[in-house]
């Protein structure tokens, strides 16, 4: 049995990877969070509360559990608190991705590490995973160091690239495709960039990925996206198709209109190719993924209903 330490197990990505592998007697899992409690409440699952910064914190988990694997979806992933808090960033993105490394040396665990689009520059997207990396903003800065504290570790490890996460959890801070479902549903107009291109990905399917890398035992830099390379403004009025929103709530902007502290990069998107063939990975296309994530959000809205009766 593979013992499996999952960081940011309360976000999106991690809640997703929690139900995944908890349904499989293949693996142990201690999950890791900051907040007190798990939003899981089987008392099967082990969970500790716990900054990944907090070196000696770390250490004492790692000593105490001996993972053969640590997931790390732990990050600071808002792209302008990034850029106007540098030095939070840097601590939460790469020091503490220095303190995982530090202490899987000790115990042999295998890192899954979890980055971004953003290391890219925008220019000439789809990007494949031998594009040279050059970002534009502090997240993408941060993200890219990561791996690069990966790459000279000599341990061994997989980062897993995404973009656009979107899905729904307990809980779960925003994503683009929450954001518009809660504007959009109580009638409030969303501006939305239309020469932002890249993969809405279904958080659901990078979970599944991780799950194939671990079960192929593979390593090395994995493209794990969508389907369909499209504009956030594309993908926008598809949401509002898919749960019946009026479109009309929807405008069309330029990036540069939404004044945000982060420059973005503009052409994005990526190439998956190695993944389809390494891991037989198809992920959705946006509207199988929005029809996913209108399901699990009416069943959550059932489930909350049935608990306040």
């Not at 390593?219 to 504009?231: E, F």
């Given at each position: 049995?593979?013992?499996?330490?999952?960081?940011?197990?309360?976000?999106?990505?991690?809640?997703k990877?929690?139900?995944?592998?908890?349904?499989?007697d293949?693996?142990?899992?201690?999950?890791?969070?900051?907040?007190?409690?798990?939003v899981?409440?089987?008392?099967?699952?082990?969970?500790?509360?716990?900054?990944?910064?907090n070196?000696?914190?770390?250490?004492?988990?790692?000593?105490?559990?001996?993972?053969?694997i640590?997931?790390?979806?732990?990050?600071m992933?808002?792209?302008?608190?990034c850029?106007?808090?540098?030095?939070?960033a840097?601590?939460?993105?790469?020091?503490?991705?220095?303190?995982?490394?530090?202490?899987?040396?000790?115990?042999?665990?295998?890192?899954?590490?979890?980055?971004?689009?953003?290391?890219?520059?925008?220019?000439q997207?789809p990007?494949?995973?031998?594009?040279?990396p050059?970002?534009?903003?502090?997240?993408?800065?941060?993200?890219?160091?990561?791996?690069?504290?990966?790459?000279?570790?000599?341990?061994?490890?997989?980062?897993?690239?995404?973009?656009?996460?979107?899905?729904?959890?307990?809980?779960v801070?925003?994503?683009?495709?929450?954001?518009?479902?809660?504007?959009?549903?109580?009638?409030?107009?969303?501006?939305?960039?239309?020469?932002?291109?890249?993969?809405?990905?279904?958080?659901?399917?990078?979970?599944?990925?991780i799950?194939?890398?671990?079960?192929?035992?593979r390593?090395?830099?994995?493209?794990?996206?969508?389907?369909?390379?499209?504009?956030r403004?594309?993908?926008?009025?598809?949401?509002?198709?898919?749960?019946?929103?009026?479109?009309?709530?929807?405008?069309?902007?330029?990036?540069?209109?939404?004044?945000?502290?982060?420059?973005?990069p503009?052409?994005?998107?990526?190439?998956?190719?190695?993944?389809?063939?390494?891991?037989?990975?198809?992920?959705?296309?946006?509207?199988h993924?929005?029809?996913?994530?209108?399901?699990?959000?009416?069943?959550?809205?059932?489930?909350?209903?049935?608990?306040?009766?």
């Open positions: 049995m593979k013992r499996i330490l999952i960081t940011g197990s309360n976000g999106l990505l991690g809640q990877l929690v139900e995944l592998f908890s349904n499989s293949c693996y142990s899992l201690l999950l890791i969070s900051r907040q007190e409690h798990s899981f409440q089987e008392e099967t699952l082990q969970y500790r509360q716990l900054d990944t910064t070196k000696q914190g770390i250490r004492k988990i790692i000593e105490e559990f001996e993972p053969d640590i997931i790390n979806t732990a990050a992933t808002n792209v302008d608190q850029e106007t808090e540098r030095e939070a840097w601590k939460i993105n790469v020091n503490s991705v220095e303190h995982l490394v530090h202490m899987a040396k000790l115990v042999g665990a295998h890192i899954v590490h979890i980055s971004t689009d953003y290391v890219f520059d925008g220019k997207g990007y494949d995973e031998l594009a040279v050059n970002p534009i903003n502090y997240y993408g800065r941060t993200k890219h160091a990561s791996e690069n504290v990966l790459r000279i570790s000599g341990i061994p490890f997989t980062i897993v690239r995404t973009m656009i996460l979107y899905g729904t959890g307990y809980n801070k925003t994503n683009f495709g929450l954001w518009l479902y809660q504007n959009l549903s109580e009638g409030k107009v969303v501006s939305v960039s239309d020469d932002q291109r890249g993969n809405p990905t279904l958080a659901d399917d990078v979970a599944y990925g799950l194939k890398i671990i079960e192929l035992e390593s090395g830099i994995y493209h794990i996206a969508g389907q369909d390379l499209v504009s403004y594309d993908f926008t009025l598809e949401l509002a198709h898919v749960f019946g929103f009026n479109k009309k709530l929807i405008t069309p902007v330029k990036t540069t209109a939404l004044k945000q502290a982060a420059p973005r503009l052409n994005s998107g990526f190439i998956t190719l190695k993944a389809q063939a390494q891991l037989s990975l198809h992920t959705s296309g946006i509207v993924g929005l029809m996913i994530f209108k399901n699990q959000l009416m069943a959550r809205k059932h489930d909350l209903a049935v608990s306040e009766r």
